[in-house]
């Protein structure tokens, strides 16, 4: 109880209110970086986690998304509304997978992969478009408030999924509040936390991009919630700092 006390300490005004946690459907168009990791061969194709485009050719997700190399992935874009044919659906097979060697199953230290896709995906519509990632060793400040995205559950104890995109404004917090109310061992330098006030990622977000709110610059994947109290948006979520990784980032896709 100890965390957990501390956690409400600090990460306080948790309302109950869930829905990713807390969040709200996106707007088609709205978060066109964003996209969906399908296995190839599942029909109703599942999504696994989430990512987001670099260019037209490679995505960033989480390194635990990328872990089984059996598993065919493809990639959707320009995808909203799972349940809809919005006619702006692009999908791609993964032809090369790149996981970060410093990561190690079950562990959030460099858990981070870059994904390229068959062929380069149409970016000239409004509905897939490349982020950009900040520089090496960018700071981001706490406080800035920063967009998590995912079709992931709106509660912990949800069995459907949404079918459309949620999104949902968080703070990032200072790593070391969030140090103070994880008690895993994280290295924070390479690790950023966001969340609050009942929002947050949910099961099934891994690997969505964390964008800071009024661009599309990403700071954050998505890599772990705190899931032990059984809740979503209930405790600062973690995710892989980007600009640790830039460097890396641009050595394995010269972006
Ligand atoms: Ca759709
Ligand atoms: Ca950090």
Sequence with gaps: MKYLGLFLALCTAFDGTLAVAGGVDAQHGQYPWMVSLR?????????????????????LTAGHCCKD?????????????????EGSEQHRDVVDVRVHPGWVLDFYTDDLCVLKVSSPFDLS?????????????????????????????????DVLRPNNLQAADVPV????????????AVDYDKNICAGNN???????????????????????VFVDGEYRSQTCGYRCDLYTEVAHY??????????
């Excluded at 061969?41 to 670099?54: E, M, Q, R, W």
């Excluded at 059996?70 to 044919?85: F, I, P, S, Y």
């Design 125 to 157: 519509g409004p509905y897939a478009k490349a982020a950009s990632l900040p520089a090496q060793d960018e700071v981001t400040a706490e406080g800035l408030l920063a967009t998590i995205l995912g079709w992931g559950f709106k509660q912990y104890t």
């Design 246 to 255: 830039r460097d890396w980032i641009s050595q394995e896709t010269g972006i």
């Design 39 to 59: 296995e190839l061969f599942d029909v109703p194709s599942t999504i696994i986690c989430g990512g987001a485009l670099i260019s037209s050719e490679w995505v």
């Design 198 to 220: 009942g929002k947050g990622s949910c099961l099934g977000d891994r690997g969505g991009p964390l964008t800071l709110v009024g661009g599309d610059k990403i700071v954050g």
């Design 69 to 85: 190399p059996q598993r065919l992935l493809h990639v959707v874009a320009g995808d909203t509304n799972t349940a809809v044919n």
């Design 173 to 184: 917090i200072s790593d070391g509040e969030c140090d103070a109310t994880m008690d895993d």
